[in-house]
């Protein structure tokens, strides 16, 4: 193996095999061939989902219905960690180190493209958890000022808020969430509504992780910028899931996890940063190896990294763009539309997440009748199938979360699954 390690050919060999020899030899490679995924196979419309599904490690008997949490990447995903992970341990020559730093300016350029902004406004983070403290970690706030938060957030954004708020002295004031889902309008009155002259910072998600609200991500934005105050979209259950258009939506900030609906590599995450903003938005962190274009020159200094883990990033997202975000979103909904379909015809089961498909995406969560929650996962485990619960009386029960790796087949066996716990008993 050449030396100059990270050359046009590797990748080329890389992405359309799917790994070196010695990376197929790797024990958790064993008897693993993955099916060549043509590109040009995938002119929209024409997606043949099975060949997709035969990219992903999971046995045909494993339905994986929790894209919400975390979700597997393709086997070209973890070849490629583990090849340039395995080249930087075997010979790690200063070009081979250079090269590979670079790589994450490749990343960056791929993930402006995807959310159609400038590579200048991308910061590459670990999480979204990190990406969302980031921001309030680095905008200047005191007594005086308010923040507005919607009542669902993730803790990485209210808990964050709120504990800062304490530290620094402004005050934390939140939209309340009404099930089932109000409509688009009432967010946005309540939103205007709650609303004051001190509003300096609006934060929501794009789509809810708890019962997969869609939230007006446009109109919200709009709203806080008449209004002069930053908005901050958590995008952990969009980016990956949605045709995402920063260009079009106009946050101020969007954060979002490459492990979760991207199927891209663990620990790692975005941060976009929009040019208006960026001259009130302090660095988190300094230390060596920060990027090398717009924000990230000040903004991105985290010592040393998982450079292969950044690398592939970018390679999941060029996967993610050969078969075309629009259809990927696309199968995900009408899984979630056939899912929700078959839940609701047993009966006993009560859906949290709204009937309108305009309303909802990919996350369905509802209550299997008196059934204890946890009980429903371990049997769901055992029927092996992947999902998350929820306990508690606030719209407590299971989280099933499709994606295009799923097929018909997994969403069937999840209904009937549901449907004999409830008639049976557990
Ligand atoms: C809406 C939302 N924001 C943030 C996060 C945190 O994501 P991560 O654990 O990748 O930082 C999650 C995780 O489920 C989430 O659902």
Same mark, same amino acid.
């Given at each position: 193996m050449s030396r100059s390690s990270l050359n046009r050919r590797d990748f080329t060999r890389l992405f359309a095999f799917g790994g070196s020899a010695a990376v197929l030899s790797h024990p958790s490679f064993e008897g693993f061939r993955p099916a060549s995924l043509s590109t040009r196979?995938?002119?929209? +419309? =024409?997606?043949?989902?099975?060949?997709? #599904?035969?990219?992903?490690? %999971?046995?045909?008997?494993?339905?994986?219905? *929790?894209?919400?949490n975390l979700c597997p990447s393709p086997a070209r995903v973890l070849e490629t960690v583990v090849e340039y992970t395995e080249r930087l341990d075997r010979e790690p020559f200063p070009s081979y180190r250079t090269e590979i730093l670079g790589a994450k300016e490749r990343t960056r350029e791929l993930l402006a493209g995807f959310l159609r902004v400038t590579p200048e406004e991308i910061l590459i983070t670990r999480n979204t958890s990190e990406a969302n403290n980031w921001v309030s970690n680095g905008l200047d706030l005191g007594p005086g000022d308010e923040v507005l938060i919607f009542s669902d *957030?993730?803790?990485s954004n209210n808990r964050a808020w709120k504990a800062k708020g304490e530290r620094f002295g402004y005050t934390v004031r939140e939209v309340e969430q009404v099930t089932p889902h109000p409509g688009f309008e009432y967010y946005l009155e309540a939103f205007e509504r709650a609303i004051t002259v001190n509003t300096r910072v609006m934060t929501f998600m794009h789509q809810s992780n708890v019962a997969g609200e869609l939230f007006p991500a446009k109109e919200l934005c709009a709203l806080a910028r008449d209004r002069g105050i930053i908005s901050l979209i958590d995008g952990a259950q969009s980016f990956g899931l949605l045709d995402v258009d920063l260009s079009d939506i106009q946050p101020d900030f969007y954060s979002g996890s490459a492990h979760k609906w991207p199927c891209g590599p663990k620990e790692t995450g975005v941060l976009y940063v929009n040019a208006r903003v960026q001259d009130r938005f302090w660095p988190s962190s300094y230390s060596a190896y920060s990027g #090398?274009? +717009?924000?990230? #020159?000040?903004?991105?200094? %985290?010592?040393?990294?998982?450079?292969? =883990? !950044? !690398?592939?990033?970018?390679?999941?997202?060029?996967? !993610?763009?050969?078969?075309?975000?629009?259809?990927?979103?696309?199968r995900s909904r009408g899984l979630a539309n056939q899912l929700i379909e078959g839940l609701n015809a047993i009966e006993g089961v009560h859906m949290w997440t709204p009937a309108e498909p305009e309303l909802r995406a990919a996350v369905v969560t509802f209550r299997p009748g008196e059934l204890d929650a946890r009980r429903v996962l371990g049997a769901l485990e055992e029927d092996g199938i992947v999902a998350a619960a929820r306990g508690g009386s606030d719209r407590g029960g299971i989280r099933f979360s499709p994606h295009f790796y799923n097929m018909e087949v997994d969403i069937e066996r999840a209904i009937d699954a549901i449907g004999r716990y409830m008639r049976q008993g557990l």
């Open positions: 196979s995938l002119r929209p +419309g =024409a997606v043949k989902w099975d060949d997709v #599904r035969s990219q992903f490690l %999971m046995p045909p008997d494993v339905s994986v219905l *929790n894209a919400a *957030n993730h803790p #090398r274009s +717009g924000i990230s #020159r000040t903004h991105e200094g %985290m010592g040393q990294r998982d450079t292969p =883990a !950044l !690398l592939t990033f970018g390679t999941q997202i060029e996967f !993610l763009q050969s078969i075309g975000q629009g259809e990927i979103e696309a």
